[in-house]
């Protein structure tokens, strides 16, 4: 079965970094496009990062310039570096994705997720 287990969130003041790990199984990684999402409580769910099965990234404009998405395919795992935090940026973190070469199709049911909390 598709397993999507992420780790690596926690509690850290703005300006702070953290990475998150999105560890996949019972999927072919290497044709999977992957994307983070993130949901804050209230509010919808939002596509964040995503990265095709061919490494090409794209970002939400909100996090451009401190948020890098990275995949390594030996490890069937797909990273967010996440610097210069936020507040807003206060949210539980997904991973999602789908064999589609071009974009992060978010075909698979959802794990848990890793919840990451700014503080000021």
């Known amino acids: 079965q598709v397993q999507l287990v992420e780790s690596g969130g926690g509690l850290v003041q703005a300006g702070g970094s953290l990475r998150l790990s999105c560890a996949a199984s019972?999927?072919?990684?290497?044709?999977?496009?992957m994307g983070w999402y993130r949901q804050a409580p209230g509010k919808q769910r939002e596509l964040v990062a995503e990265?095709?099965?061919?490494?090409?990234?794209n970002y939400a404009d909100s996090v451009k310039g401190r948020f890098t998405i990275s995949r390594d395919n030996a490890k069937n795992t797909v990273y967010l570096q996440m610097n210069s935090l936020k507040p807003a940026d206060t949210a539980v973190y997904h991973c999602?994705?789908?064999?589609?070469?071009?974009?992060?199709?978010?075909?698979?049911?959802w794990g848990k997720g890793t919840l990451v909390t700014v503080s000021s």
């Open positions: 990265i095709t099965s061919g490494g090409s990234t």
């Open positions: 019972g999927i072919i990684f290497t044709i999977n496009s």
């Open positions: 999602n994705g789908g064999p589609t070469p071009i974009k992060s199709v978010a075909m698979y049911n």
